[in-house]
């Protein structure tokens, strides 16, 4: 690739740099994949079988010394039965849905998922395992949520720190003043469980306050864990979430680098757009789901992001989801997803993974004029699915695609939202194409 990349290390607003980015015409934008605004779910604290905070809430009690932690986590069933696994995972399959379903490894320190889960025969873990790669694994991305989302983990010996108190809890001060190097060990370990049990991943979520104080080493560890474990592309992590205001819920590409060789380097920053609504982790907030989005359809927080093209990406907490068997986060989140339907037509599902992998294509391609002729150069680090691009003037006759040597001919479309890969729609003032972009060198003649 030939194509030129600026330095760009001025940090976002949390301290995380940018990297370098590409050269590129200012007269074209890329645009939403298939000109569509991406939505998807982040659920949080779920995992194999065990229904994680009845086992983590008198282990946040004895780290708080108490506080806020006095409900009766006693009630709380202490399973979460993979035949509701397999109720969801069907009923989103069947509605398009997408998203992130964590999967703690070590969860409240009950038990390793590639090892023994006490209360469980190995035959009943394997089959819950068998139940994720089937029903969640087609829509869902994978992560780990830290090793046990409760105490931190001595990695050397496998067991908790003898410390009680928040300094070793993984939600909150265990991380300050960690370094890149101490992060990613630490994440790797956590990877290593859900290798261990067969399951893929390309990104990892924070639980509470992890990493809040050390944002671009997690940045730079997340890279760095993904790479050594899973030989990721392009690692991503979960985070920051706005659920109200103007700040941009758009994901943040970071520390990009590399551009121009045969290993370029990211890590994307997924943001959420919503607090939890559906009933909370602990089972005690409110149902919310006009805060979502409105009967009317009219008001709620993701018609203000999805308005602004931004992707909405919901969160909740799979515990709040099964909500002690009364399943009042399910039939929230159902009811969020068929208002998001009737409202809109131009969404489009997806993983988390597949939204990092477009915004790592949409900022660090390189797109510039070929002054002797109507072809425009491509110059991509990383390939995506539907890239959609906008291009300046009419055309007259179908634009041409040439990547990896082959030449593909696009087809008309009449209006945007027919958009597909492999067509393009032209207009009075501007052209837009759609493709499934390939790594390397291309060629767009209009």
Request: net charge negative.
């Amino acid at each position: 690739m030939l194509a030129s990349y600026l330095a760009s290390t001025q940090p976002f607003a949390r301290g995380q740099e940018r990297g370098v980015r590409p050269l590129r015409d200012n007269r074209v934008q890329v645009l939403n994949p298939r000109n569509r605004v991406p939505v998807s779910w982040i659920i949080d604290d779920s995992t194999c079988l065990v229904n994680l905070n009845r086992f983590a809430i008198p282990q946040f009690a004895t780290a708080w010394g108490g506080g806020p932690f006095d409900h009766d986590w006693r009630a709380m069933p202490a399973e979460i039965p993979d035949s509701f696994v397999i109720d969801f995972g069907t009923w989103c399959a069947e509605h398009g849905v997408k998203g992130k379903y964590s999967i703690v490894p070590f969860p409240a320190c009950v038990g390793r998922l590639d090892r023994e889960l006490p209360g469980w025969t190995r035959r009943q873990v394997d089959d819950s395992l068998d139940v994720v790669r089937r029903v969640m694994l087609p829509n869902w991305d994978i992560h780990p949520e830290m090793v046990t989302h409760t105490w931190v983990i001595d990695p050397q010996t496998g067991h908790p720190f003898t410390e009680r108190s928040k300094r070793f809890m993984e939600n909150w001060d265990w991380t300050t003043g960690r370094s890149t190097d101490e992060l990613a060990h630490y994440l790797a370990y956590a990877l290593k469980i859900l290798r261990n049990v067969n399951l893929p991943c390309e990104g990892i979520t924070t639980p509470g306050g992890f990493g809040n104080r050390v944002l671009p080493e997690l940045s730079q560890a997340t890279f760095e864990s993904c790479r050594d474990v899973y030989r990721t592309e392009i690692p991503h992590y979960f985070r920051h979430l706005y659920d109200s205001g103007d700040t941009s819920v758009a994901p943040r590409v970071e520390y990009a680098q590399d551009l121009n060789t045969s290993d370029p380097r990211c890590v994307v920053s997924i943001i959420g757009c919503t607090g939890d609504w559906t009933g909370g982790w602990d089972c005690r907030g409110e149902i919310e789901v006009d805060r979502f989005i409105s009967e009317d359809l009219s008001t709620g927080r993701l018609i203000e992001v999805i308005e602004r093209g931004e992707p909405a990406i919901m969160v909740c907490h799979w515990t709040g989801i099964y909500y002690n068997g009364q399943q009042l986060g399910f039939q929230a989140l159902q009811q969020v997803v068929t208002r998001l339907h009737q409202r809109y037509d131009n969404l489009i599902w997806m993983k988390l993974s597949e939204i990092a992998r477009y915004w790592a294509a949409k900022e660090l391609t390189s797109i510039q004029p070929n002054p002797d002729s109507n072809v425009w150069q491509i110059d991509a680090p990383f390939a995506t699915p539907h890239f959609t691009l906008q291009l300046p003037g009419p055309v007259t006759a179908a634009p041409q695609i040439s990547q990896s040597g082959e030449i593909a001919k696009l087809k008309p479309v009449a209006s945007l939202a027919l958009l597909e890969s492999g067509t393009y729609f032209t207009a009075s003032d501007t052209t837009v194409v759609c493709w499934d972009l390939r790594r390397g060198h291309a060629r767009i003649t209009t």
